[in-house]
């Protein structure tokens, strides 16, 4: 089990060093003992680093924090002990986003949140058991999608990492979140609560519980043992409509896709959207329903370079709603033998990546290095010959994550497939 350093701040204390803000640094805690208002006096800030092992503001047995809002939150982790209700005002200084405890059974449990905004499939999650991606296309049914807002690290003290002699596994608890907007994303009958287990997201909730989904709207479910995050999933689809399959083969350069369908009752169209990763998709074309009652066959041809790409619909119905399918992946290999490949892949601070390709264009191009929200991070005018051609790029400089790197013609159209790769 971990130690930490911890400090025992009155409120005080806390008054007296306000002009200065409040951060916890990794392995320390902020203590409270008992009442602690974070509104705001002279600017400060609450926050706590966000690392393996982060910083704390703590709250012991009744101890609490009040004048939470959206501008007055802890950008960071709080962590509870005792056997209290609770409720962390966790957000990341600019948007509250709480998480409530019903009573743990032990004075020992230890229990720590915080809100991490962003997409869960990204490495946000910086605490063990389980860091890194949570991915939001892992899910168990009756869960059919996970929301990329955002999620709560859920830390327990029976994990090892809340200190020496803390207890508490979760189970049995009764967890409320407030939640951001989800008018978009479903329906308030079909929101869940969902946990991560290691490898794929559950249903928490197992029944409707949510008063709303518009920004503060509240959801709630029962902690289970073996979660590690804590997320918004939605359950069977709201629209009358039934998905009976939904499949993708390959014919040349091109993905075919196919689905079947029942109950095209209020259905308005079906629009493909198509990946490089699974993770960022693109709107390639849309598809008027039938509107037929006993439903209909769909095929599409979509123009593929070779290599895997990712697809889903995004199914609309006449009022608004709409639904994800499952995704779908296809491979296909070009009469042209067009191809792509990376290396070394993970790539060392000290060693360039390579990019091999043979493609039958010739003349200026494009390649562009992106990270995983899409942000630039180089960008060369390169002179591409028709056949085999060969690009080393130095990338020492990158910090340590994942990257893209994709080739686009004088039409901005793609060369090959984009090419993923590790830099260590």
Partial sequence: MKLFSIVLLSLFVL??????GNRVFSGAELINYGIVNISPVNGISWSTERAALPGYFSAVNT???IGCSDTDNINGYVKKYGNNPFIF????G????????????LISDAYATAWILGNPGLDLDPTAPNPGRHSVFSFAWPIVAVSNVGQWDWQVGDAGNLGLGTTGTGAGLTITVSIPDMTLFSPKAYLR????NGTKWIDLSGKATANGNTENSLLSGTMITGITAIGIGRVQ???ALILENFYAISSSCNAVLNWKTSNEINTDLFVVEQSDDGIHFRQITSIKASGSSIGSNYSVTIPQPSGVAYYRLNMKDNDGASTYSELVSCRTSCEEKEYMILYPNPVSAFDPVNLKFVTGYRGPAEFILFNTIGQRMLTRNIEIKEGENFISTDVSD?????YFIIVLNADGKQIGTGQKFVRQ
């Fill in 63 to 65: 101890a609490t924090y």
């Fill in 237 to 239: 689809s709201p629209l």
């Fill in 94 to 105: 600019s948007d509250l986003r709480t998480l409530e405890i019903s009573a743990p059974s």
């Fill in 193 to 196: 609560l969902v946990g991560w």
């Fill in 398 to 402: 990158l910090a340590a994550a994942t």
């Fill in 89 to 92: 005002p966790v957000g990341n």
């Fill in 15 to 20: 008054v007296s060093i306000i002009a200065q």
